[in-house]
């Protein structure tokens, strides 16, 4: 997983850009009607339900824009909300709310979102003892945000990036010739190079898993696109030898008969890939 200081790094990489992005050399709308001294407060209104994620973020966004900007916190991360909770108040110059407001939101309805959807994941896997994953398709440039939605939604992070887990899907085992060939390159390479990273492998059939255990040292085993009984014979193959991921087409309706198959953990894309915003708005309060 990434550190802390890459972490801070990645946030503050994807402010500063948001900010250079939406507001260019001015906001000019705000400059145009509204006095430099101008103060104002504005609340974070819901208009949806679901979790809400992205709260420390907006005060991030907020202090980077104006640090004279006051956030007021009513309703933290990871909270359930409701059509009409407030969320936050936000108060100070007038301009810079308006500066800070469409990234605030963006970011705060996608989170929501995907906060939203893996508690739903995560609420029908109780009494399992199976974890949801998200995985590595995100969108790009705010990975950071939608793995930390992901967090406050009560589900758990694969690995962040190419960087941080050796991960030996189907291309690469058929690009290496073949499963013990892919793994004992990979660890010549982590011997060679003075890496320790673990390594999860891919199996598309139970003939795979039997080659993958005849390798030591494998951290997790993804059983990718098996149906219920052969995920289940699989299990039972790998036993206590590595840890088992179950990943595939897995939705709302067949990730609880997955996890009953015993995995340790399921992966799913449509955790970041396949939401729909959470309604916010931020308006002014008189």
Known sequence: MITKEQFETEIEYIISNAIRE????GD???LACIPDNARGKAK??????GVIAGVAFAKRVFNYVDSKLKVEVLIQDGTVVSYGDVVLYVEGPSQSILKAERTVLNAMQRMSAIATKTRTFVDLLKGTKTKILDTRKTTPGIRVLEK????????ENHRFALYDMIMLKDNHIDFAGGITKAIDMTKEYLRDTGRNLKIMV??????EIEEILRSEGIYRV?????DYEDTKKAV????DKCLTESSGNINETTVRHYAE???DYISSGALTHSVYNMDLSLKAVN
Request: hydrophobic share 45%; charged share 25%.
């Open 22 to 25: 939406d507001v260019g050399d």
């Open 148 to 155: 930390w939605a992901v967090k406050l939604g009560g589900g």
């Open 222 to 226: 993804l059983i990718d696109n098996f």
């Open 236 to 239: 039972a193959m790998i036993g």
């Open 28 to 30: 000019h709308s705000s």
């Open 44 to 49: 974070l209104l819901v208009k949806d339900k």
């Open 202 to 207: 891919e199996a598309r059939d139970l003939v």
């Open 261 to 263: 198959c015993g995995v």
